[in-house]
C-alpha cells in the first residue's frame, strides 16, 4: 500500500531528525580535546505494505538472518483482532526459514493453554506458511536482566533457548495497559511465559497473580524484559532485528478479541537494529501526523498518553537498551 501524499511529511521528518542528530555526532572533550563519534541508528521506512514489502524492508537492513531463526509475532485473540495475517508475512518466514514463535497468554482468553492455542494459530492459518512453536508449551527458563529496578529476571519460553536468530515482527497499534505496543512489547510481554507476563504486568511482585497497580513500573518492567531479549540474542553466535508494520492501528491491543475500528490510515512498515530507536520513531509518527477527513490519529495519542505509553522508550533508553535518536531512511525513494 502506498501513501504518496504521506512522503512529503516523512521526508521533512528526516531532514529534521538528521540537522538535529548531526549536531550531537561530535561531543568534544574538553580535557582532552579528543572528539567521540556518536552513533545514530538507522530506521528504514516503506509505505509499501505487503508481503514484497516486508522481504525489501527486511534486506534494507543487511543483516542476514543465519542459524534457527525464530521468527516472533502475535497470533491475535480473535479472527476479528488486527494481527499481522499469514498472506502478508508468508513470503519473509520462508525466505528465511523462520519458525514462529509464540508464548501463552497469560489472561485468559483462545490462547490461554498451549492446547488452545494450537488450534487458534490453525484457525489463522498460520501452519500453512511455518512451524508454529509456542515456547512456553514445555516450560520455561529464567534468563537474566541487566536492570534489576523491578524484576529480577525474566521469565521467558524455554524454547528461546533453541533458537540462533530472531526477527521481531510487530504490529504496531495502541494497548489497553501499555498505551502502544511495538517491538518492545513484542519482545518482553510477548517473549514472556505466562508466569512471565504476570511477573512484568506485577513489577516483580508475583507470577501467579494479575496486579496492575504500578503503570510506570510495569512500563520500565517492561524495558528491562525487552533487553533481557535482546541481550541473550546478542551472545557470540546470536543476533536479532526489529520491524514494526504501522497498519490497522486500532487504540485496541491484537489480544483484544473485538477491537475499535482503526481510526488512522495504514502508514507504512519501518526496521532497525535498535529497538528503541524504532518504536520511538513509529511514534513520532504517530504524534507528528497530520489529520485529515477519515485519517485521525488523535484516538491512538490519547490512548497513549493515557497510559504514560511513551516512557517505555524513554526508560528504555536509560537503562542502556538503545536510542530514541535515529536517521530515516526511506527505501521507495531508491525504487
Known amino acids: ?20 542528530t548531526c549536531k550531537e555526532q561530535q561531543n568534544t ?39 534457527r531463526v525464530a521468527v516472533k509475532i502475535s497470533t491475535g485473540e480473535s479472527a476479528k483482532s488486527n494481527h499481522l495475517r499469514p498472506e502478508l508475512i508468508k513470503d519473509l518466514v520462508q525466505k528465511v526459514n523462520g519458525n514462529l514463535v509464540e508464548c501463552n497468554t497469560a489472561y485468559g482468553g483462545s490462547r490461554s493453554t498451549t492446547a488452545n492455542h494450537l488450534k487458534v494459530i490453525e484457525e489463522r492459518g498460520y501452519n500453512d506458511i511455518a512451524t508454529v512453536d509456542i515456547m512456553d508449551a514445555e516450560g520455561t527458563m529464567d534468563i537474566p536482566v541487566t536492570d534489576t529496578k523491578w524484576i529480577k529476571y525474566d521469565r521467558v519460553g524455554s524454547h528461546l533457548q533453541n533458537y540462533d536468530f530472531m526477527i521481531n515482527l510487530a504490529h504496531f497499534k495502541g494497548h489497553a495497559m501499555g498505551g502502544f505496543g511495538g517491538v518492545l512489547k513484542n519482545q518482553s510481554i510477548g517473549v514472556a511465559s505466562s508466569a512471565g507476563k504476570l511477573y512484568i504486568h506485577s513489577a516483580g511482585r508475583s507470577t501467579t497473580q494479575w496486579i496492575s497497580d504500578n503503570q510506570d513500573g510495569f512500563l520500565e518492567s517492561m524495558a528491562a524484559a525487552a533487553q533481557a531479549v535482546h541481550n541473550y540474542f546478542k551472545q557470540e553466535g546470536k543476533n536479532i532485528i526489529y520491524i514494526n508494520v504501522m497498519n490497522n492501528m486500532s487504540v485496541d491491543c491484537d489480544c483484544d478479541g473485538s477491537p475499535a475500528a482503526p481510526r488512522l490510515k495504514d502508514i507504512g512498515i519501518l526496521a532497525s537494529t535498535d529497538p528503541v530507536a524504532l518504536d520511538q520513531a513509529c511514534l513520532d509518527l504517530v504524534f507528528n501526523h497530520t489529520d485529515a477527513s477519515g485519517d485521525d490519529s488523535k484516538p491512538l495519542q ?16 536509560q537503562i542502556g537498551l538503545g536510542t530514541r535518536k535515529y536517521n530515516i531512511i526511506n527505501i521507495d525513494s531508491n525504487e
Open 1 to 20: 500500500m502506498k501513501r504518496t501524499g504521506f512522503l512529503p511529511f516523512l521526508l521533512t521528518l528526516s531532514v529534521l531528525l538528521t540537522a538535529s
Open 29 to 67: 572533550n574538553q580535557d582532552n580535546n579528543q572528539t567521540t563519534d556518536v552513533v545514530v541508528p538507522s530506521v528504514y521506512f516503506t509505505s509499501d505494505i505487503s508481503a514484497k514489502g516486508l522481504v525489501s524492508i527486511y534486506e534494507a537492513l543487511g543483516v542476514p538472518a543465519s542459524g
Open 302 to 317: 490519547e490512548r497513549i498518553n493515557r497510559q504514560h505509553g511513551t516512557h517505555i522508550t524513554e526508560y528504555a533508553e
